[in-house]
């Protein structure tokens, strides 16, 4: 699997959109990117997963470059409860492949 | 709509005691199942998974050994506990091998 890469740390204000940037530059022609976020002492959550194409839904959005060596995870609206730990994971998807390796993520902070 | 249940949340055992760790998963028939160790500062391991009752695939040798009984039952067992064994474990679960997966909220082990 391709490897990601994610600043360390990042703020938003409550209330604002939090843009939320992976590089992911070797990724392959038959690996997804994925989205997870972790908050302390629980199991990580699954977000958003795309290909090539841009994908929405009730949680978020995810903005995939045309080269798809890049993605943005957008929360659009972040209250307090989205302080986590943002990991954005490259995975090619055949059987087998079972696991997710999970990077050092962004630790995105809600300010009030 | 699914929910996954892992127990109990912690567990302080000591050297050399059995271990079980129970998941269950509702609202799905014939999940993939899967248990994770998450040790501070070291991501994400998989340790096993299953693709169906009695069918269990062990990604690294280690001192644990997982067990399928049922559909939706996925349990972690040792019979004897080392220190290394100490950390968060993490099942999941996931309608088929292309899925995103899905995490309860963990089992914090300690060994003494």
């Known amino acids: 699997d391709a490897k990601t890469t994610q600043p360390p740390s990042m703020d938003c204000a409550e209330g604002r959109a939090a843009n939320l940037p992976c590089n992911h530059s070797?990724?392959?022609?038959?690996?997804?990117v994925y989205w997870y976020r972790q908050i302390h002492s629980q199991g990580p959550q699954y977000i958003i997963h795309g290909l090539k194409n841009n994908e929405t839904n009730e949680m978020a959005s995810l903005i995939i470059t045309e080269d798809r060596k890049s993605s943005t995870l957008i929360l659009p609206h972040a209250t307090l409860r989205d302080t986590a730990v943002y990991y954005c994971i490259v995975r090619a998807q055949f059987f087998g492949n079972e696991k997710l390796t999970f990077g050092t993520g962004t630790r995105l902070t809600i300010i009030p | 709509s699914q929910t996954i249940h892992q127990w109990p949340a912690t567990l302080v055992q000591p050297v050399g005691s059995p271990l079980s760790l129970e998941c269950t998963v509702e609202?799905?028939?014939?999940?993939?199942l899967y248990w994770y160790r998450q040790a501070a500062g070291r991501g994400l391991q998989l340790l096993f998974y299953s693709v169906g009752i009695g069918q269990i695939s062990s990604e690294v040798p280690q001192n644990l050994s997982a067990s399928r009984p049922q559909d939706r039952q996925f349990i972690l067992s040792s019979k004897k506990l080392l220190l290394s064994d100490s950390g968060f474990y993490l099942c999941a679960w996931s309608r088929g091998y292309n899925q995103p997966q899905h995490f309860g909220d963990g089992t914090r082990l300690s060994i003494l």
């Open positions: 070797t990724i392959s022609g038959n690996e997804y």
């Open positions: 609202g799905t028939s014939n999940p993939n």
